[in-house]
Every structure is written in structure tokens, then in C-alpha cells.
């Protein structure tokens, strides 16, 4: 299936400062083409039951994801996307609710302040969906077990206890993935798993490996449509062969 899922990290007025960040103008622009060619927003957890048990979807559909839960996916994204009646998926980083990016800080990288408890819980009662982005933000693939096992089954356990809800979905940092991270997210419970660009056929060959589509700083409309298309969708799987 090759439905969009869309990456975003920061919503910021100076997206130069990273390549992981798009300005609002730009993100609000992206948001209105995506309602004027009609996409439906749905979650990873609804993508995954139409996989698995082929469950109907809204006629084009699209996940709007978030990596590192900042705080400007609150105060800027959700008023935007909520006037546009679309929900989407934010991954957290167990440890840093209420904290900030301190797996950047040896990075030299500005710090940014990531969503607390109270807006994270508001989210998830307006609608969006709320995965894990392990608890530390670490490499999995250097991991060792023991800490394999407390950054992808420890942080869902952490987030359903912090935040009283079902944690369906994990996203990968810096979307580094291995066959033993991708055993240890299927074990630990999840429906799901995001990387960013894992080469399959298609969006969803592999529910535990879903390719994403990096929204950069850098794009222009034109190149936010054309990477979102069906057709580009299926021509990076054939590039990657
Ligand atoms: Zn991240």
C-alpha cells in the first residue's frame, strides 16, 4: 500500500537553523494542499488494521507524523491541522516529557522544549494519536539488549503509565533500525513501527519498517506535492532496488 506518511519534526519561524525544521507558512500551505486534493488524515494504528485485516480507509488517506514531540507542535501544528479537521501522529521520547532535547546537547544543537504530560494527554483527546520514540533518543542498533529492551518496551510501558493511554506505534531514532530493534518493537506490543527510508516495495511491506516521507526545510510546494504522489511513492521503492 503506498499511502503518504509524512515526517515532521519542528513547526519554526527560523527553519534555517535545522534541516529538521519547516517554517509555519510553509507547513500551513503544505496542510491546505493536502485538504484541497481531499486526503483524509488517519492514525498508524487504523494504516495497520487495513494492512493486516483490511479494514476500509477514507478515500486518500495520509499520516501526518512528528518525531521528538517539540513544543511547537502544540502551540503551532495542531490549531493548523485542527481547522483543517485532521489529527495526526506524535511519537515522544519517554524521558523527555516536559524536558527538552537532551539527546542533542553534546551536538551543540539549540535546545527546544518538548510537550509535558498535560498536552500530550490533550492531544490524545483531540483525536491524535501518541507513539513512542523510545526513552532516551538513542541509536538502537549500538544498544545492547538490556537497554534495547528499556528504549523500546520500557518507554511504552513509561508512556502508558505517565499518560493513561494505549501506546500503538514507535518510531525509530534518527530512524535507525535493525532485524533486532524491529523483533524488540514487535514483542514489546506495537502495531506499528516508522523508519524513514527503509528501500521496500511499497509504503507498508513492512509494518515494522514504514517508510516515511521527509518533509524538508528546503522544499517548495511543488516538491511537497510531487513527493507525497502515488507515483513518487512507487518510484523511490524502484529506485532503491
Ligand atoms: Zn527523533
Redesign the pocket.
Known amino acids: 500500500m503506498n499511502v503518504p506518511i509524512l515526517m515532521y519534526?519542528k513547526i519554526q519561524l527560523d527553519p534555517a537553523s535545522s534541516d529538521?525544521a519547516v517554517s509555519p507558512d510553509a507547513f500551513r500551505a503544505q496542510v491546505a494542499c493536502l485538504k484541497a486534493e481531499g486526503y483524509h488524515t488517519v492514525s498508524l494504528r487504523l494504516l495497520s488494521d487495513a494492512v493486516l485485516h483490511s479494514r476500509p480507509l477514507p478515500k486518500r488517506p495520509v499520516v501526518i507524523t512528528f518525531?521528538?514531540a517539540y513544543q511547537d507542535v502544540y502551540t503551532i501544528a495542531r490549531p493548523v491541522l485542527a481547522a483543517a479537521g485532521y489529527t495526526a501522529t506524535v511519537?515522544v521520547?519517554s524521558s523527555a516529557l516536559g524536558r527538552h532535547?537532551f539527546?542533542d546537547d553534546d551536538k551543540g544543537l539549540p535546545r527546544e522544549t518538548c510537550l509535558g504530560r498535560r498536552e500530550v494527554k490533550a492531544l490524545a483527546e483531540q483525536g491524535w494519536e501518541i507513539g513512542s520514540?523510545?526513552a532516551t533518543?538513542a541509536c538502537l542498533p549500538k544498544a545492547e539488549d538490556r537497554q534495547l529492551q528499556a528504549e523500546v518496551a520500557g518507554s511504552r510501558r513509561a508512556l502508558q503509565e505517565a499518560l493513561a493511554l494505549e501506546i500503538p506505534c514507535f518510531?525509530y531514532?534518527?530512524g535507525a533500525w535493525d532485524e533486532r530493534s524491529k523483533a524488540a518493537a514487535q514483542a514489546a506490543g506495537y502495531y506499528a513501527a516508522c523508519a524513514i527510508a527503509p528501500g521496500t516495495a511499497s509504503v507498508t511491506a513492512d509494518l515494522f519498517a514504514l517508510r516515511r516521507v521527509y518533509v524538508k526545510p528546503g522544499d517548495s510546494l511543488a516538491d511537497f506535492k510531487r513527493k507525497k504522489s502515488f507515483w513518487y511513492l512507487r518510484y523511490r521503492a524502484w529506485r532503491k532496488r
Do not use: E, G, Q
Open positions: 519534526h529538521l518525531d521528538d511519537f521520547v532535547n539527546w520514540h523510545s533518543h518510531a531514532p534518527y
